[in-house]
């Protein structure tokens, strides 16, 4: 079984302040990982995702995230918030599907509610 | 390219009722899943659909179902609303091909608000 814990469920900060918003995931396997960003009343986009490889990912808008196999952590980070970064923010993990398989389900964190004020 | 595309946006039914939510995928993706979000459970799983079949399932009682047509497009059902089945219903589409399924969009979702 998979799991993801949002550490934070609201990080409220100031306009061109850095921010970090953490994830940890826990699974017996190996695994894909994501963030996805909400606005009000919208669906999911996806931010940036981790499958292999490098462990710095860079995403839309600025944002990057590290992968710490060894914390199992995906933490979020932008160095320079901007007013427009308000929204919630998703990691999801996903195993890494079995050849001739699909992606599966996605495991969801709770949600971070990033709120950046003037 | 079109995106995800749900249908209706928002809907509002009666405890008792049932109802029908419609979801169709970016043109070339066959995987479907469905999800539920609401603010007390967060988003859980419903269920995936790849090729007219379904090949994951969440852990929701049996009032939910769904299916998925040969053009990929895909619905789900419920029946016999509850209250608690108010919430927002988010459909992704993913390529759902070996070694390229590395990616699910979202549609902006179905609010359903059951009275």
């Known amino acids: 079984a998979q799991s993801v814990t949002q550490l934070d469920s609201q990080v409220p900060v100031f306009e061109e302040a850095p921010v970090e918003l953490r994830c940890n995931y826990s699974?017996?396997?190996?695994?894909?990982l994501f963030w996805y960003v909400q606005y009000p009343n919208q669906g999911l986009q996806l931010l940036l995702k981790?499958?292999?490889?490098?462990?710095l990912v860079k995403g839309i808008n600025g944002f990057e995230a590290e992968f710490n196999k060894s914390q199992t952590s995906f933490h979020l980070r932008k160095p320079s918030v901007h007013i427009s970064d308000t929204a919630e923010y998703f990691c999801?993990?996903?195993?890494?599907?079995?050849?001739?398989?699909?992606?599966?389900?996605?495991?969801f964190g709770r949600g971070t509610q990033l709120t950046v004020w003037p | 390219k079109a995106g995800v595309t749900q249908t209706p946006r928002y809907l509002i039914k009666t405890r008792g009722q049932q109802v029908t939510l419609s979801c169709s995928p970016i043109?070339?993706?066959?995987?479907v899943s469905w999800y539920q979000q609401t603010p007390g459970q967060g988003l859980q799983f419903l269920f995936e659909?790849?090729?007219?079949?379904?090949?994951n399932k969440g852990n929701f009682p049996g009032r939910f179902s769904g299916r998925q047509f040969s053009n990929s497009r895909s619905e789900m059902n419920v029946s016999t609303l509850e209250l608690g089945d108010s919430a927002l219903y988010l459909c992704?589409?993913?390529?759902?091909?070996?070694?390229?399924?590395?990616?699910?969009?979202f549609g902006q979702g179905t609010r359903l608000t059951v009275v």
């Open positions: 659909y790849f090729s007219e079949t379904q090949r």
């Open positions: 699974s017996s396997v190996s695994v894909y």
């Open positions: 043109s070339g993706h066959r995987s």
């Open positions: 999801a993990v996903s195993s890494q599907p079995d050849r001739g398989s699909t992606l599966g389900r996605l495991y």
């Open positions: 981790y499958l292999s490889g490098s462990t």
């Open positions: 992704a589409s993913s390529l759902g091909q070996p070694s390229m399924n590395t990616e699910a969009f």
